[in-house]
């Protein structure tokens, strides 16, 4: 059986790694951090992906998948490492993807298959790949494959998005693809497209650009029916009714580690060319400052208010906290001196400190829900109404169950509602 070397055991390449050692490839893990290796070996390694830690311990046990801190001799190369944003913030780091590759020149052989997995500016694999992995001396397109195939999976649905999501394919030659394809069809369910590397590079791209264009309309319009008088959350739900019609929700901004990010590689190919793109960035980053502004005015005639914010993760139901929305808004309250407490069920590593709930909202002049974690459905208006000091709670989501919170005294405002009670 071919022997695959998955370089990155991060949120992507663990469980790629896993599946291609479930279905019967020798599969080598390689990642630089001991931790995740250690963890993984001692079976400590825990994630709240579903299914995930019973087949990582199921591929380690049969010895299909083992584990290594830098890459080997391989049929195949899967690289899965970080392409986070550079210190301007708008420009992709594309160290990891170099290093990466420098390490895997001198290890590549005649017939070997090159993937690389992680979003990039379009023309990375022609421009950046291409040229480090020729200096072994060998052609690409001729003495090795070389891959565009880009993960699109949602964190919190991994495995079962891994498995049945359609695929895109990008070689640099129709070989390349073939190979590619062949590989990936072990374990995914879904269609597997073929394009050409620097398309499917720029595939990837558009599919997160479009998700942050439409998350930025929805907040736009949340603004502005606030300003009008009306609420956005019916408006969208109507508008949606038109079969061409899908705008998404607004939120207290776009965090985790692709969207906020993604677009950006797309403006720093064409900063003069790309318009739309770079508005929607700016309009989703400024609704934590929105946020603290719509607090500020509801709290402001109370001396020395306390802030319970609730949920500091990226999204629902999820540990992640990068690009956090919440930590924005955390960020901008501490500095202009408010007390501000938070809380949340999943997290558990965290920039800043977490409370327990109960001390989060105990005299508390305004609860800040940031996250609609399925866990704060259970909420109990009544019990908080005793705890907290003012019976406020603004909503960034929609999502508590209104009439029962306002039955129990609370002021209700929900982001993009400016409907007079
Ligand atoms: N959000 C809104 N309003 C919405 C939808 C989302 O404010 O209507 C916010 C969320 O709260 C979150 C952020 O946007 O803060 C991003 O969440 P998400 O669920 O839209 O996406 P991610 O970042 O978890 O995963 C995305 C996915 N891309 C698309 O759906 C096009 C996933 O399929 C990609 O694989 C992933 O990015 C990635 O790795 O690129």
């Known amino acids: 059986m071919k022997k695959i070397c998955v370089i990155g055991l991060g949120y992507i390449g663990l469980p790629t790694a896993c599946l291609f050692a479930k279905y019967g490839y020798d599969v080598k893990g390689i990642e630089m951090k001991k931790m995740i290796i250690d963890s993984i070996k001692n079976g400590t390694f825990n994630s709240p992906e579903t299914g995930l830690n019973e087949l990582v311990e199921e591929v380690v046990k049969s010895g299909k998948l083992t584990l290594n801190n830098k890459p080997e001799k391989s049929d195949i190369f899967i690289i899965c490492v970080p392409t986070p944003l550079n210190e301007k913030a708008t420009l992709c780091d594309l160290s990891y993807v170099k290093s990466t590759a420098?390490?895997?020149?001198?290890?590549?052989?005649k017939g070997n298959t090159v993937i690389l997995e992680s979003t990039v500016p379009p023309g990375t694999i022609k421009n950046v790949l291409l040229p480090i992995l020729?200096?072994?001396?060998?052609?690409?397109?001729?003495?090795?494959?070389?891959?565009?195939?880009?993960?699109?999976?949602l964190p919190g649905n991994l495995l079962k998005e891994i498995i049945n999501n359609d695929r895109v394919i990008g070689g640099i030659d129709d070989y390349s693809s073939k190979i590619a394809k062949e590989l990936y069809s072990s374990f995914v369910k879904g269609n597997i497209y073929i394009t050409d590397a620097t398309t499917a590079e720029v595939i990837k791209l558009m599919e997160n650009t479009y998700r942050d264009i439409n998350i930025a309309l929805a907040n736009e319009f949340a603004m502005v029916c606030e300003k009008l008088g009306i609420n956005v959350w019916e408006a969208i739900k109507i508008a949606n009714?038109?079969?061409r019609v899908n705008i998404h929700f607004p939120g207290p901004g776009v965090g985790g580690h692709c969207i906020p990010k993604?677009?950006?590689?797309?403006?720093?190919?064409?900063?003069?060319?790309?318009?739309?793109?770079?508005?929607?960035?700016?309009?989703?980053?400024?609704?934590?400052?929105?946020?603290?502004?719509?607090?500020?005015?509801?709290?402001?005639?109370?001396?020395?208010?306390?802030?319970?914010?609730?949920?500091?993760?990226?999204?629902?139901?999820?540990?992640?906290?990068?690009?956090?929305?919440s930590t924005k808004i955390i960020e901008i309250f501490k500095q202009e001196g408010y007390e501000v407490s938070a809380h949340d069920p999943h997290v558990k590593n965290y920039g800043f400190e977490l409370h327990e709930f109960?001390?989060?909202?105990?005299?508390?002049?305004?609860?800040?829900?940031?996250?609609?974690?399925?866990?704060?459905?259970?909420?109990?208006?009544?019990?908080?109404?005793?705890?907290v000091r003012n019976k406020?709670?603004?909503?960034?989501?929609?999502?508590?169950d209104k009439k029962l919170w306002k039955d129990a005294g609370f002021d209700v405002k929900v982001l993009g509602n400016g409907k007079p009670r």
């Open 358 to 387: 109960e001390d989060v909202v105990k005299n508390a002049d305004c609860i800040l829900l940031c996250v609609n974690h399925n866990k704060y459905k259970k909420i109990n208006p009544k019990i908080i109404s005793k705890l």
């Open 241 to 243: 009714k038109h079969p």
């Open 262 to 325: 993604d677009p950006w590689f797309i403006f720093e190919s064409f900063p003069n060319g790309v318009k739309i793109i770079k508005t929607a960035r700016e309009i989703n980053d400024f609704m934590p400052e929105y946020v603290v502004e719509t607090v500020k005015r509801y709290i402001k005639n109370i001396k020395n208010p306390k802030v319970a914010l609730l949920g500091v993760s990226y999204k629902a139901n999820v540990d992640d906290t990068r690009n956090s929305p």
């Open 102 to 109: 420098i390490s895997i020149t001198p290890l590549l052989e």
């Open 134 to 153: 020729e200096n072994s001396g060998l052609k690409a397109g001729e003495d090795f494959n070389l891959v565009y195939c880009p993960e699109r999976l």
């Open 392 to 400: 406020l709670i603004i909503d960034t989501k929609n999502f508590i």
